[in-house]
């Protein structure tokens, strides 16, 4: 049974950096999107970063682009999202997710096609 789980959220302040990491198992790893969600109260959720494992194209939102950046360590099944400049906006719950389907800058899959979604790691900006 596979699943993903996240970890690294937390409390900093406006200009700070967090790290969150992903921790895949139990589905094969290889020739999968990884990708990384947010959803603030009120919000619907929204997609910050994803990556194909195999491949080094690279998807983030227009609001996080320069500050984000999606990594990979496919020998320890792991994601990251770094987090640098974290603005008040940058708010939410984050989520990881895994979906067997191919991603790119170009090619955004819906949400559906994730199948395996993380339980959630919050992150709060004080300004």
């Known amino acids: 049974q596979g699943q993903v789980v996240e970890s690294g959220g937390g409390s900093v302040q406006a200009g700070g950096s967090l790290r969150l990491s992903c921790a895949a198992s139990?589905?094969?790893?290889?020739?999968?999107?990884l990708g990384w969600f947010r959803q603030a109260p009120g919000k619907e959720r929204e997609r910050v970063a994803h990556k194909y494992t195999s491949r080094d194209s690279t998807f983030y939102a227009d609001s996080v682009k320069g500050r984000f950046t999606i990594s990979q360590d496919n020998a320890k099944n792991m994601s990251y999202l770094q987090m640098n400049n974290l603005k008040p906006e940058d708010a939410a719950m984050y989520y990881c997710a895994a979906g067997g389907t191919f991603c790119s800058a170009d090619y955004l899959p819906p949400q559906a096609l994730f199948h395996y979604w993380g339980r959630g790691t919050q992150v709060t900006i004080s300004s």
């Open positions: 139990g589905f094969p790893y290889s020739r999968y999107c």
